[in-house]
């Protein structure tokens, strides 16, 4: 399954399934990405970060890849797990934001079917 | 568990009440930040804390009031509330940008 975060705000995907939720950023002078997952009841965690002089990076069951060309971000995930279940966030920074200022995306809601 | 914590994790308070929400981190950051999340919108910037100084208040109305008594510590004032104030306000800490925040698990508030 495949999202925009803004357009498409909830995301099924069958057990077992890759997915993949887009995340189309604002600003060309962006220079690091960071990936948050956000579960019920809870704060935004760390899934991955990427930064600017970089279009790909792997973490554990997950994938970043970055396109500055056309502003856009991207989150897969292999073998999506009950578990993966949760609102994931696409966050961006600018070195002309202030004091580390991120500027976060509206979030898509990934649904995990058994 | 990030290492930043938030109390009270509930709070429901009448509009004319004046209460308080306090966040803590023992992770030696620098940065402090103040996030107001409503259903289905993105994380609201309202206030950025460096080094015990406030570098950012996002337009928020005076109502709420933050405070920064030292590096590990943010508090937010809360005064005369509004129902639509009703939210999960989260704290989150940050070493020198750029890099990654930690948020607490937030604070869900009702305003009557």
């Known amino acids: 399954g495949e999202s925009v975060g803004l357009h498409l705000p909830t995301l099924s995907v069958q057990e077992g399934d890759n997915s993949i939720i887009n995340c189309a950023y604002s600003?060309?002078?962006?220079?690091?990405f960071i990936w948050y997952k956000q579960e019920s009841g809870k704060g935004p965690q760390f899934i991955i970060d990427i930064r600017s002089n970089m279009d790909k990076r792997q973490g554990q069951r997950v994938t970043v890849l970055l396109n500055k060309t056309v502003k856009h971000l991207s989150l897969q995930i292999a073998a999506t797990q009950p578990g993966d279940s949760a609102v994931y966030f696409c966050?961006?920074?600018?070195?002309?934001?202030?004091?580390?200022?991120?500027?976060f995306g509206q979030g898509t809601e990934l649904s995990v079917k058994p | 568990e990030t290492g930043v914590t938030q109390t009270p994790r509930h709070l429901v308070m009448g509009m004319t009440n004046k209460k308080s929400l306090k966040c803590e981190q023992h992770?030696?950051?620098?940065?402090m930040y103040w996030y107001k999340q409503s259903a289905k919108k993105p994380l609201e910037l309202m206030f950025v804390?460096?080094?015990?100084?406030?570098?950012e208040n996002n337009s928020v109305p005076s109502r709420f009031s933050p405070e920064c008594p030292n590096s590990s510590h943010l508090f937010l004032h809360l005064h005369t509330l509004q129902p639509e104030d009703s939210a999960l306000y989260l704290c989150?800490?940050?070493?020198?940008?750029?890099?990654?925040?930690?948020f607490g698990p937030g604070t869900r508030l009702t305003v009557l």
């Open positions: 966050a961006e920074n600018s070195p002309y934001n202030q004091g580390g200022k991120l500027i």
């Open positions: 989150a800490s940050s070493p020198p940008v750029p890099n990654e925040q930690f």
């Open positions: 600003n060309s002078a962006s220079d690091y």
């Open positions: 992770l030696g950051h620098n940065a």
């Open positions: 804390y460096n080094f015990k100084e406030q570098t």
